[in-house]
């Protein structure tokens, strides 16, 4: 079973909308976290959320609002969507921040029309 | 700043047969950069394949090897032996010690293995 549960699977949006991806992990882990890949680059690092509190943000559009409203939830808002933010968007979490062996959802593809 | 580069964006081997995706690495914040292979199969999410912390050490797991070298600032991945099992997209990533989260990732590379 999955211990990292992403919805929707897939998403489509309109320009100018807003979407929420819901991330719930089932690890006990305290650490959680977004990274994004668009198409044909890599996976990159939006932000970090230890015990429910933001750690690191290298996200620069303040569209991409993060929400941790339990321990194990950090749901992602998005904004006043773009096409360019069509992108699979994974979740993924830790046991503590320090830890570099990370566990990731299985993803959400967002597609911006 | 920090890059991976996995130079073939998909691979297709037949079973049984060896296997090696190339992954070079530059990082010019990280003194000593841990190297991961993470593994995606169709429908589920990213998971560790190996990892080595150390240069010069080779890593493995599930029939998969890979050595960091230092020198050419690699981490290959190479399998003897592919099963159709295999097929899955394979991601090289560095990230630092202490703050592991923040990994930097290549591209993927997509591996078809034919029966």
């Known amino acids: 079973d999955p211990k990292i549960i992403q919805k929707p699977k897939y998403l489509v949006a309109v320009t100018g909308s807003e979407k929420i991806l819901i991330c719930e992990q089932y690890?006990?882990?305290?650490?959680m976290y977004w990274y994004r890949q668009s198409a044909k680059k890599p996976l990159e690092f939006m932000f970090s959320?230890?015990?429910?509190?933001?750690?690191d943000n290298q996200t620069a559009s303040s569209r991409f609002q993060p929400q941790s409203s339990k321990k194990n939830h950090l749901d992602l808002q998005i904004t006043a969507l773009k096409p360019d933010d069509s992108a699979t968007y994974f979740c993924?979490?830790?046991?503590?921040?320090?830890?570099?062996?990370?566990?990731f959802g299985a993803g959400t593809r967002l597609s911006v029309l | 700043g920090d890059s991976v580069t996995q130079t073939e964006g998909q691979v297709t081997v037949s079973e049984s047969k060896s296997l090696i995706i190339n992954c070079t690495y530059s990082?010019?914040?990280?003194?000593?950069?841990?190297l991961f292979w993470y593994v995606r199969y169709p429908g589920e999410g990213l998971q560790l394949l190996l990892k080595?912390?150390?240069?010069?050490q080779k890593g493995s797991s599930r029939g998969f090897e890979a050595t960091y070298n230092k020198e050419t600032t690699s981490f290959h991945l190479q399998k003897a032996s592919v099963q159709e099992s295999d097929s899955a997209v394979y991601y090289c990533?560095?990230?630092?010690?202490?703050?592991?989260?923040?990994?930097?990732f290549g591209t993927g590379t997509s591996l078809l293995v034919d029966p």
């Open positions: 993924a979490s830790s046991q503590t921040t320090s830890q570099n062996t990370l566990y």
């Open positions: 690890l006990g882990h305290n650490a």
């Open positions: 959320y230890s015990y429910q509190k933001l750690m």
């Open positions: 990082t010019t914040s990280i003194a000593y950069p841990n």
């Open positions: 080595v912390i150390t240069a010069g």
């Open positions: 990533a560095l990230g630092e010690g202490n703050m592991g989260y923040k990994l930097t």
